[in-house]
């Protein structure tokens, strides 16, 4: 197995600004690295250069040290899983997953082995007669992972794999892949546009916009300590709620909601805000962070305010507010349905607050 | 007027019509078997008295028709296989590799078909002339073997193959040539049929080129061979119905066996429009 | 946008297919021009040396040329006339097919289709013999409903016809099924709402069928001309050009000359001015569309 090193690799193509702006970071051997962000950010273009299928207008690509920049897909040792499989038609599973080996003239009992084996641990072995019209999607998409497997190649390519599969499909799938990956002890770089499977599924995460790069971190660390509003605001779902104001200091550091309705104590632990007086900011709290009932072990901020709506889910509620226009989803545990349009206390935990700057995105870091 | 009667046009019509696009092959195909003469009387005869063989031998025999179907035969196949692999390889070029200049020398390849082809007969005469190839099987094999309406048909067909497949392929350590003749080729099946059988009749049925090219009476191909022998024969009628019955059997057996596709082509050439 | 592909698998693909058709018919085209301003002819195929340059010779001989003259309006008068007749029962053949009151379509198409697939020089043997003014088919069933006895490929007023009328027996079936495909793609809807509102048999067919078939139309129609301007070995094998050339089309005259006689500079002028032609009529053709539009 093997690492990826990127080294400012941009990819522009006429007359448009970068598809790919300068992307650099490492994928350490046995790494599952996740390329997330909307569409057009350019992560499959991010993809499509390391596995050689575009040319690399700018910057470098290390496959284990070594140079690729030039180096054809073939002679890359990678392996890709294609969006919408790429399967060939006209042969049967088994002979797509022999294609690869047979066309790098391995030994034809070597091959064999080595689909069996693949076809075993995906759990193909009965359709390998078959065409890839006769299977479903689920069973394509396992044959075109076996396709990958088969080479033992040096780093797997995935390129937004399971978005052709039904929602119960993907849960499903993404465990096996993320099983697969522990299993293979293989170098995987995934892209995808949902944020839930790069949360569940990287080791690392590459969250990417408009062809630049916006934060590389695990998982947790990307949703605690998101560096943008973009990033706070794409992953996590329901997303984090965001409310524009003013940081003010009339002798206690304040938020003051934009038209004044609202205005909350900033305690010690926020002083760090103090550089930001003045300053046009938004506030940004995650669903959970809004509480129902008030407890003595955290400090909180009373919210008042109508429902809208209230989301029974089973084990939680969400209801629906709005502070000045801004939409604010609580997550609630509580067993006591609260009721539409009624007055209703919302505490929010003033240590889980996140603070932009409104002009250029940017977290506000202690 | 009633359904009913509505019905019975309809289908009185087309049976009409039907009665007189096969009647002459009917009559062709009878006068073929009658004895010599009997097609030259009043009122003309359908069904022969007797069916004789007679015209089919003395062609096969005498008039060394089997040397025509040989050379028809060998050049149309030729033809049609060597035509395929290099227009299958330039419809794929046109239609998913990315290079400079490429709409352009698609399109101007395009606007030529406006150009009939009589007007480089003499020039690529005298250029096979000057080859030695005249009265060869290269004068028909060589200038048939690229089309653009065949780099047309090909390139619009491959254009619906996804890339991704192509870029599996290359994943998989496939060369070029590799890709093409085990990804591209296999899946576009369908329209090498269909350009397959256009060549293949086109070259087969071709008059004027072969009668240009071929002027050593052992090169003819069967509708030259054919167009010579009603020169000397045209009281023969019977023997000339044997000739066109024989001449006319493969085109109609690759017809039949693959109107489907045919039939196809005709639709997509006429998409272009 | 792929990755430019590299020039030496260019080569590989393009290479053998545009060099044989750069080879065998761009280089010829510029060629027959230019030999269409010499006299080149029988000497000269000895020996280029006898090859002279002079200028538009051929072409203002091929003005003063009685036969050029003849052979235009021949094939004229079989374009102008076999075409639309062409055109016209390849759309009635195809509305038929496509009528609702129709059975057996399928062995329908295949019998009218016959004619097209079979080889021409074959058919027009056949024809040559149902002509026959003796022990001719035709002739005889004629002569139920009291016409003729004809000599259809003697007389110079009827060989013409004669040829046309093969032409259209051994093509209609091609563009009939463009035809089909076309009419089938005119939705149904529009018939059912001008019914609605009242419309006739007629009317439907002349405010619906004919606009919404015109791209259609328009590409038989070319395809169709540019065919039959090229006309040559039906004449060449029912009547030789005759009687009295009445039968004498531009490409068998082209070809008397060029492949008979060698006189190719004369010859490929002759080829030139039907290119000329063609490439007008194919204007002429879009034009006339775009009007109606």
């Known amino acids: 197995m093997a690492s990826v090193k990127l080294e400012n690799i941009t990819k522009f193509y006429e007359g448009k600004k970068p598809a790919v702006d300068k992307a650099s970071f490492e994928i350490n051997d046995k790494e599952f690295v996740v390329l997330v962000g909307p569409s057009g950010c350019g992560k499959s273009t991010t993809l499509r250069m390391i596995a050689g299928l575009e040319e690399i207008s700018s910057g470098e690509l290390y496959i284990d040290d070594r140079l690729v920049n030039d180096v054809s897909p073939k002679d890359r040792d990678i392996a890709m899983v294609f969006q919408n499989y790429a399967l060939y038609p006209h042969m049967t599973v088994y002979e797509n997953m022999a294609f690869g080996l047979k066309l790098r003239k391995v030994d034809k009992n070597e091959i064999k082995k080595r689909v069996m084996d693949a076809a075993e641990i995906l759990g193909i072995v009965e359709y390998l007669e078959r065409k890839p019209k006769a299977l479903s999607g689920g069973q394509r998409q396992r044959v075109a992972v076996g396709r990958a497997i088969v080479r033992q190649p040096k780093v797997f390519l995935f390129d937004e794999p399971l978005s052709n599969l039904d929602a119960k499909l993907r849960v499903q799938m993404r465990t096996e892949i993320s099983k697969l990956h522990k299993r293979l002890q293989a170098t995987i770089v995934y892209v995808t546009h949902d944020q839930t499977e790069a949360m569940t599924m990287g080791d690392r995460i590459v969250v990417m916009k408009d062809g630049l790069i916006q934060q590389i971190d695990n998982p947790l660390n990307l949703y605690n300590f998101p560096t943008n509003i973009f990033v706070a605001g794409f992953i996590g779902s329901p997303a984090m709620n965001f409310i524009d104001g003013k940081i003010t200091d009339s002798g206690r550091l304040q938020f003051v909601t934009m038209n004044g309705t609202v205005a909350m104590n900033l305690g010690e632990s926020l002083s760090f805000l103090k550089k930001a007086v003045g300053k046009e900011v938004t506030l940004g709290i995650r669903p959970e962070d809004i509480l129902c009932k008030h407890t003595d072990s955290e400090t909180l901020q009373l919210l008042q305010c109508t429902l809208d709506v209230v989301e029974p889910m089973g084990n939680e509620i969400f209801v629906y507010t709005s502070i000045e226009s801004h939409p604010v989803i609580a997550r609630l545990i509580t067993q006591d349905l609260p009721k539409v349009g009624m007055p209703y206390n919302l505490y929010l935990r003033l240590n889980k607050l996140h603070f932009f700057d409104k002009e250029t995105g940017n977290a506000i870091k202690s | 007027m009633s359904e009913r009667l509505k019905k019975i046009l309809v289908l009185l019509t087309a049976s009409i019509i039907a009665f007189m696009s096969l009647m002459p092959f009917v009559w062709m195909v009878f006068a073929s078997f009658m004895k010599s003469g009997e097609a030259n009387v009043y009122p003309p005869k359908l069904i022969p008295d007797e069916f004789v063989l007679t015209h089919y031998i003395t062609l096969f025999t005498r008039l060394n028709l089997t040397g025509y179907l040989i050379n028809s035969l060998v050049i149309s196949v030729g033809v049609t296989f060597i035509s395929l692999i290099i227009n299958s390889m330039s419809g794929y070029a046109f239609a998913k590799m990315a290079f400079k200049g490429k709409k352009q020398i698609f399109n101007s390849l395009l606007s030529a078909m406006v150009i009939p082809g009589q007007v480089t007969m003499l020039p690529v005469f005298l250029m096979l002339k000057n080859m030695g190839l005249i009265n060869t099987y290269w004068a028909i094999l060589i200038p048939g073997m690229a089309s653009i309406f065949g780099i047309f048909l090909i390139k619009q067909y491959a254009l619906s193959i996804p890339d991704s497949l192509i870029e599996a392929a290359r994943m998989d350590g496939g060369t070029e040539i590799q890709i093409y003749w085990k990804v591209i080729l296999p899946l576009c099946k369908p329209i090498l049929v269909t350009l397959g059988i256009f060549t293949f009749m086109g070259t087969w049925n071709d008059f004027l080129w072969p009668l240009i090219v071929m002027t050593d009476s052992s090169m003819y191909t069967l509708p030259v061979a054919l167009a010579n022998l009603m020169g000397e024969h045209t009281q023969d009628t019977e023997l000339m119905m044997a000739g066109s019955v024989i001449t006319i059997i493969p085109v109609i057996v690759v017809f039949l066996a693959l109107q489907k596709y045919y039939i196809k082509g005709i639709m997509l050439g006429s998409v272009k429009g | ?293």
Do not use: C
């Open chain 3, 1 to 293: 946008m792929k990755a430019k592909t590299k020039f030496s698998a260019l080569l590989l693909f393009l290479g053998p297919s545009l060099g044989v058709i750069t080879l065998f018919f761009f280089i010829p085209v510029v060629a027959a021009f230019s030999l269409s301003f010499t006299d080149f002819d029988i000497y000269s195929l000895g020996s280029w040396e006898y090859l002279r340059y002079v200028g538009l010779k051929n072409y203002s001989d091929l003005i003063n040329d009685p036969l050029f003259w003849t052979a235009l309006k021949n094939t004229f008068y079989f374009v102008l006339l076999g075409g639309p007749l062409s055109v016209g029962v390849s759309l009635g053949t195809a509305m038929l097919l496509n009528s609702k009151y129709i059975k057996w379509k399928g062995l329908f198409r295949l019998v009218y289709f016959l004619p097209v697939v079979t080889t021409l020089v074959a058919v027009s043997i056949v024809w040559r013999y149902i002509y026959h003014p003796r022990f001719g088919l035709l002739n005889y069933v004629l002569s139920f409903i009291g016409v003729g006895p004809f000599d259809w490929l003697g007389d110079p007023n009827l060989a013409m016809p004669a040829i046309i009328l093969m032409a259209v027996w051994k093509n209609f079936g091609y563009n009939m099924i463009i035809f089909i495909a076309g009419l089938q793609n005119i939705p149904e809807e529009l018939y059912e709402a001008a019914s609605i509102e009242g419309a006739s048999g007629w009317q439907k067919f002349k405010s619906i069928t004919i606009p919404m078939l015109a791209p259609t139309t328009l590409f038989i129609s070319v395809i169709t001309m540019i065919g039959y301007f090229q006309l040559f070995a039906e004449p060449y094998i029912m009547t030789q050009g005759g009687p009295l050339n009445s039968t004498l089309s531009i490409v068998y005259y082209m070809y008397q000359e060029g492949f008979r006689w060698w006189n190719i500079g004369y010859s490929t002028a002759l080829a030139f001015m039907l290119f000329i032609i063609i490439l007008i009529g194919t204007l002429i053709q879009f034009k006339v569309q775009k009007i109606d539009e």
